[in-house]
């Protein structure tokens, strides 16, 4: 599902993987051409009547949202919103996308080159309103910062609805069920829930077979490198990431780091004695082989299992985020951390 170039072992299994994801978002988007009536939501406001399970409440965030129709005209800040609505088949949809931070996926390729990108980064908030939407729909925290002027209520009172992903809600801990969760309830929001239960249905199908093939093997102590030199900014125990590594058969050895990410001294890296090191791939923090040359070249992690044995498994980031790819990210990890387990 991603780029692996480096990596041998993941070749066959992100092609058998490509292979089916893509058979069964063709399956979702197929369904999306044929629905019922091919209505679109501004056929049915032109006919004055409620799309059928409208109006909808939805609570993100402490933020309540009433749609009395699917929104028509979405910009999505960040890449996993923008792939989560392409899987469900929701390109009519999208005015405009910003912030791709690594290679789409290819089955979705052609639809996300087909909305126009707004912005490398986080668009501004006049840029946002040029699009004319009706709703944004953010991916981190940042989509909404009120010091660049694009805080939630400043575009409430241009009119247009938000959405935030739900991994940036203040939540305790982050799980799968939340990625299952925020699949279904944008379903709602677009009223093609049928869409969303089956998508949650395969992945958890992908899930359930990745974890379920590793799930007698010994538990391998794993290191997340996010970036970092003077420190190492790792994943703790509240991150998406300690729960696909504990699916995968392994155990994040900063799990103890009550937060979704943070630093630590390379002195604690050296006593946890990881053996294999998840490097997070993602753009503006170093290339993988710049992050997996910086590792090796350091004299203090010499010992270290994973240094010494250049164990690297390597994620896009976002497959590590509250969205369709963290599912498919447990089959990655599972083949990097017990090879040949995975059938």
Same mark, same amino acid.
């Given at each position: 599902?991603?780029?692996?170039?480096?990596?041998?072992?993941?070749?066959?299994?992100?092609?058998?993987?490509?292979?089916?994801?893509?058979?069964?978002?063709?399956?979702?988007?197929?369904?999306?051409?044929?629905?019922?009536?091919?209505?679109?939501? &501004?056929?049915?406001?032109?006919?004055?009547?409620?799309?059928?399970?409208?109006?909808?409440?939805?609570?993100?965030?402490?933020?309540?949202?009433?749609?009395?129709?699917?929104?028509?005209?979405?910009?999505?800040?960040?890449?996993?919103?923008?792939?989560?609505?392409?899987?469900?088949?929701?390109?009519?949809?999208?005015?405009?996308?910003?912030?791709?931070?690594?290679?789409?996926?290819?089955?979705?390729?052609?639809?996300?080159?087909?909305?126009?990108?707004?912005?490398?980064?986080?668009?501004?908030?006049?840029?946002?309103?040029?699009?004319?939407?009706?709703?944004?729909?953010?991916?981190?925290?940042?989509?909404?910062?009120?010091?660049?002027?694009?805080?939630?209520?400043?575009?409430?009172?241009?009119?247009?609805?938000?959405?935030?992903?739900?991994?940036?809600?203040?939540?305790?801990?982050?799980?799968?069920?939340?990625?299952?969760?925020?699949?279904?309830?944008?379903?709602?929001?677009?009223?093609?829930?049928?869409?969303?239960?089956?998508?949650?249905?395969?992945?958890?199908?992908?899930?359930?077979?990745?974890?379920?093939?590793?799930?007698?093997?010994?538990?391998?102590?794993?290191?997340?490198?996010?970036?970092?030199?003077?420190?190492?900014?790792?994943?703790?125990?509240?991150?998406?990431?300690?729960?696909?590594?504990?699916?995968?058969?392994?155990?994040?050895?900063?799990?103890?780091?009550?937060?979704?990410?943070?630093?630590?001294?390379?002195?604690?890296?050296?006593?946890?004695?990881?053996?294999?090191?998840?490097?997070?791939?993602?753009?503006?923090?170093?290339?993988?082989?710049?992050?997996?040359?910086?590792?090796?070249?350091?004299?203090?992690?010499?010992?270290?299992?994973?240094?010494?044995?250049? &164990?690297?498994?390597?994620?896009?980031?976002?497959?590590?985020?509250?969205?369709? &790819?963290?599912?498919?990210?447990?089959?990655?990890?599972?083949?990097?951390?017990?090879?040949?387990?995975?059938?």
């Amino acid at each position: 599902m991603s780029n692996f170039p480096q990596f041998p072992f993941l070749g066959k299994l992100l092609a058998l993987r490509a292979t089916a994801a893509t058979a069964m978002l063709s399956a979702v988007l197929l369904t999306a051409g044929c629905g019922s009536s091919g209505e679109t939501p &501004r056929d049915h406001k032109a006919a004055g009547a409620s799309p059928q399970g409208f109006p909808v409440t939805i609570d993100n965030c402490g933020v309540k949202t009433t749609y009395d129709e699917p929104p028509a005209r979405v910009v999505t800040i960040h890449q996993h919103p923008a792939e989560l609505m392409l899987a469900l088949g929701l390109k009519d949809r999208m005015v405009g996308t910003a912030f791709p931070d690594s290679a789409v996926l290819p089955e979705l390729r052609q639809d996300f080159e087909a909305v126009p990108e707004l912005a490398e980064r986080e668009p501004s908030f006049e840029t946002v309103l040029d699009a004319e939407p009706d709703l944004v729909y953010g991916g981190y925290g940042s989509a909404f910062d009120e010091k660049e002027g694009r805080s939630r209520k400043a575009f409430t009172d241009a009119g247009i609805d938000t959405y935030l992903n739900r991994e940036y809600c203040g939540k305790k801990q982050v799980t799968m069920e939340d990625t299952y969760d925020e699949i279904r309830t944008i379903g709602k929001i677009f009223g093609v829930s049928d869409r969303a239960e089956k998508l949650v249905s395969t992945l958890e199908s992908d899930v359930d077979k990745a974890a379920s093939s590793v799930e007698s093997e010994p538990k391998v102590p794993v290191f997340v490198y996010d970036s970092g030199d003077k420190s190492a900014f790792t994943a703790g125990g509240k991150s998406l990431g300690t729960e696909l590594i504990r699916l995968a058969g392994g155990r994040n050895v900063f799990a103890d780091l009550d937060d979704v990410f943070g630093d630590v001294s390379w002195e604690q890296v050296v006593d946890r004695k990881p053996e294999v090191i998840a490097i997070y791939d993602y753009a503006g923090a170093g290339s993988v082989e710049q992050k997996k040359k910086f590792l090796l070249s350091q004299p203090e992690l010499a010992g270290v299992p994973a240094v010494k044995n250049e &164990r690297f498994v390597v994620l896009p980031l976002t497959a590590t985020l509250v969205g369709i &790819r963290s599912a498919y990210a447990v089959g990655d990890l599972a083949d990097g951390l017990h090879p040949g387990n995975l059938r």
